[in-house]
């Protein structure tokens, strides 16, 4: 680490915040994502295992 | 544009993009490591920035991409206002954060790139100060899904706030062409070709393309959350009106 910001450099502090940047705001919005898609997996999953919006007898619309 | 309509609906879209997500995230994966290997190994420092010219490898991709999600935005704005598409607010709801994200990327590596090149890390110049009114227009449209809980009413609402923000892209592209700014000008997409050199041109196109992958990745995925909130929420509401309707009767539920 120490090697790599010597040799980016006097400025190597503004680089490597740089791209630490990035990588945390690019990491947590794409696991926002993934959780969120998780999310509502499941609870279709669980709603469609109720039975949920299935058509009934008497003509229950789904 | 009814064929347009019957192929892009929420079953076929679920079906397709869970094909090609897989694919999607592989080659942008793939363009990502070999852009950075390029942009840190390969690419020289500049002559004249040195080794801050890095920075422009995430910056200029964000920027893009920010402007992009902006413009992907305002036409699925259309697509709920004029043709009532029934995929285009779940596309539009889907890439505000997104588009977000990256114009927040694109004003924090600009920041660190102003400080040690301009000696300050903002200025309040035409090309920075759109970029950051892009920022919060985003955060308004973000604000606005949250605030009215029936999607087609937001839809509409976000919509026309949407097409109303598309006032600051063209703003943001040409800024440094109508204002003095303190923002170099375009240097990559300009009349008379790239005024960047070979060497660091390709790192940079490799890896907008590998961000751009990664983004529509992304995108596909919140857009496949979405559709499942709203078969959740119709779902709930039947069910509620199910047991309602049991219980109006003396049934068990």
Known sequence: ?62 | MASLIDLANPTRFMRLSSALLPWLAGVSALLLVVGFYLAWFVAPPDYQQGETIRIMFVHVPAAWLAMMFYAMMAVSALGTLVWRHPLADVAQKAAAPIGACFALVCLVTGALWGKPMWGTYWVWDARLTSVLILFLVYLGIIALWRVLDDPSRAGRAVAILTLIGFVNVPIIKFSVDWWNTLHQPASVFRMGGSTIDGSMLWPLLILALGFTLFALTLHMLAMRAEIMRRRVRTLTILEAERLDRLSAQGAPA
């Open chain 1, 1 to 62: 680490m120490t090697a790599l910001a010597t040799s980016l450099g006097p400025h190597a502090g503004f680089i490597l915040a740089a791209y630490a940047a990035v990588a945390v705001v690019l990491t947590g919005l794409t696991l926002s994502i993934i959780r969120d898609h998780r999310a509502q997996k499941r609870a279709l999953a669980a709603l469609e295992q109720r039975g949920a919006g299935r058509r009934r007898q008497g003509g229950e619309a789904a």
